[in-house]
C-alpha cells in the first residue's frame, strides 16, 4: 500500500526530477552496505593476492632485523628507539600499497550506488530518532524485517562457503607444519588470500538482491501525492496570474519597439480599418521589402495614427493588407507570390514623393491583384 501523507492523501505518483534534486541535497540518496561490504572485501581480497607475497616477505625482513640484534646494539641507550622506527617504517610500507587500496574503495563503494553528496541537514541531529515508540517501529517494520533478512542470509551464506573453502583446503593447511618458515608464510599468504576472496565473492548474491530493493525502496519513500504534483508544477512555472502578467508585459514591450519602427516605414497599407501593415524597403541592404509593423484593430489604429503624425503614406488595398498580416511576421521579408502587389504599391508611393518635389501630373492609383493562392487570407470563410 502507498504511504500517505498528513492530510490522508495516498502518495500514488512517481517522484518527479526535483524532488528527487531536493532530497538529494538533504542527504536522501539510495545507499547499499552489502555494495560497499563486498566492494570492499573483494578488493581487499584482491589486493592480498597481487600484494601478498611482497608484504610477507616485507614483514618477515623486519622481523629478522628485529630479533638479530648485535652485542654492540644491545649495550646502546638509542638503538631501542632506532631500531623500533626503522621496523615500523617497514611494517607500513609492507602495509602501504594494501592500505591505499582500501583507502580508495572505503571512499568511492559508499557512493557507487547513489553517487557523491554533501548535505549539512543531515549532519543535524534528529530528536525523533530518540523517540522509543518510533524506534520500535523502525526495529519492526518492513525495513528493519528486511535488514534482519539480509543478515541472517549473509551470516548463512558466508558460514556455508567458508566450511566448505576449509573443508577442502584442509589438507593444505595441515601441510603448512611441513614447510619451511619461509615458504609456509607465502603459502599460508595465497591460501588466506584465496579463502577471503571466494568468502567475498559469497556476497555477490546479497549485493544482487540488495542494490535494486535498495533503488525501489528510496523511490518509494519519494512517492508523491497528485496534489504536491500539482504544487510544484506551479512553483515551477508559476501562477497562472503570474505567467498571464508577464506575458502581456512581454507583449506591450514588443508593440513598443514595433511602433517605433513606422515612422522608418515607407507605406502603411491598411484594410483601411481592421488591419494595417506597414513595409519598408532599402535596395542597398534588404533583398525584397520587410515587414515592420502589423496589427489588427486597436493596434492597427495605432499604426495608422503614428504613420500619419510621421508623414508616412498610407495605402488602403484590404486583400494585400490581410495576406501580409496572416503570411508576414515581423522583420521578415513579404512572401515571393506577393512581390509583384507591393512592388505596385512602392512604385506608386515614389512617384508620389517625386511629384511632390517636381510637380508632375499625380500618378495613377495602382489595383494590387492578390494571387490564387494568398485568397484564403483575403476571405475568412476560405481560411479553413
Not at 611441513?178 to 555477490?204: C, K
Not at 501580409?324 to 512592388?343: F, K, R
Request: proline share 7%; charged share 25%.
Amino acid at each position: 500500500m502507498a504511504g500517505e501523507n498528513a492530510d490522508g492523501e495516498e502518495k500514488t505518483e512517481a517522484p518527479t526530477a526535483k524532488h528527487r534534486q531536493e532530497a538529494k541535497e538533504q542527504g536522501q540518496v539510495p545507499r547499499s552496505r552489502e555494495l560497499t561490504t563486498l566492494l570492499a572485501m573483494l578488493s581487499a581480497a584482491g589486493g592480498l593476492l597481487i600484494f601478498g607475497n611482497y608484504m610477507i616477505e616485507s614483514l618477515a625482513d623486519a622481523l629478522r632485523q628485529g630479533l638479530h640484534v648485535g652485542r654492540g646494539v644491545i649495550f646502546d641507550p638509542q638503538a631501542p628507539i632506532r631500531l623500533l622506527r626503522e621496523m615500523i617504517g617497514k611494517g607500513l610500507w609492507a602495509v602501504g600499497p594494501l592500505a591505499l587500496v582500501l583507502l580508495l574503495v572505503a571512499l568511492v563503494a559508499p557512493v557507487a550506488l547513489g553517487g557523491w553528496t554533501f548535505s549539512a541537514k543531515a549532519l543535524m541531529p534528529k530528536f525523533s530518532k530518540l523517540d522509543p515508540i518510533e524506534g520500535l517501529k523502525r526495529m519492526f517494520g518492513v525495513h528493519g524485517l528486511v535488514e534482519l533478512g539480509k543478515s541472517l542470509a549473509k551470516v548463512a551464506l558466508v558460514a556455508l562457503v567458508g566450511t566448505y573453502v576449509l573443508w577442502h583446503s584442509l589438507d593444505d593447511f595441515q601441510a603448512l607444519a611441513a614447510e619451511a618458515l619461509h615458504p609456509a608464510l607465502q603459502h599460508a599468504a595465497r591460501l588466506f588470500s584465496n579463502t577471503f576472496l571466494m568468502l567475498a565473492t559469497a556476497l555477490i548474491f546479497i549485493a544482487l538482491v540488495d542494490v535494486p530493493y535498495q533503488l525501489w525502496d528510496h523511490t518509494r519513500k519519494l512517492r508523491m501525492t497528485k496534489q504536491e504534483i500539482k504544487d510544484e508544477l506551479k512553483q515551477t512555472e508559476g501562477k497562472p496570474e503570474v505567467k498571464g502578467r508577464i506575458r502581456q508585459l512581454q507583449q506591450q514591450a514588443a508593440q513598443g519597439r514595433m511602433m517605433e519602427q513606422v515612422p522608418k516605414a515607407d507605406v502603411v497599407v491598411t484594410n483601411p480599418t481592421h488591419f494595417a501593415v506597414a513595409l519598408r524597403y532599402d535596395p542597398l541592404h534588404m533583398r525584397a521589402p520587410q515587414l515592420m509593423a502589423k496589427g489588427t484593430d486597436l493596434i492597427a489604429q495605432r499604426i495608422r495614427r503614428l504613420a500619419e503624425d510621421n508623414g508616412v503614406p498610407l495605402f488602403e488595398a484590404p486583400p494585400l493588407a490581410r495576406a501580409l498580416h496572416y503570411t508576414t511576421e515581423l522583420d521578415q521579408e513579404v512572401p515571393a507570390g506577393l512581390y509583384l502587389a507591393v512592388a505596385q504599391v512602392l512604385a506608386y508611393i515614389y512617384q508620389l514623393r517625386s511629384r511632390n518635389r517636381e510637380g508632375p501630373a499625380r500618378p495613377k492609383r495602382p489595383e494590387p491583384v492578390v494571387p490564387e493562392e494568398f485568397l484564403k487570407y483575403v476571405h475568412p470563410r476560405r481560411r479553413r
